[in-house]
């Protein structure tokens, strides 16, 4: 079992089986198959309804077609090491593209909003991410009304590079940054 980890938190990347875990059964499901302590999550339909788009058509088709590369393609479990909880998750879009940009997104559970969790994760999978050969950046977007996600990106050092009309804004982090 794959996992990195910081001061507070552990981050567990799901397999296809785990996924189809939480799919087929839900959360509870999950986390006792991991043996966590069991949650009680409170998603906010605009969120719950990202999870399960997330789920449908892209978590369980790529880990399926991608087994060797899955960490790129799923849901990495934020866990609370000292109350061994899940509370949150992050992930990539996928593998890096061509100019080793790798995409990354991230949830935490309403419960567990606004105490540093969501700064620490992104800290520590952006390090882990731009480790590796050949990535260059870590890009997230998010909604510029979304001031406290800005703000996380801001703490992790990532700087805007675009914004949309309709107020979707665009963050990097450099290699070059980070170090």
Known sequence: MFFIESERLKMQPLTHQQLQILHNSGRHALEESLGLTLSNWQVDEFYQKEIDDAMINFWLPKTLANPDQFI???DWEIILKAENLAIGGMGFNGEPNDLGEAEAGY????GHQGKGYATEALKLMSHWALGKEGINSVIVHTYESN???VRILEKCCFKQ???TDEG???FRLNNDQYR
């Open 72 to 74: 790129w393609y799923t």
């Open 107 to 110: 949830m935490i559970e309403e």
């Open 147 to 149: 001031l406290p996600s």
């Open 161 to 163: 590079f675009k914004r």
């Open 168 to 170: 979707l804004l665009s």
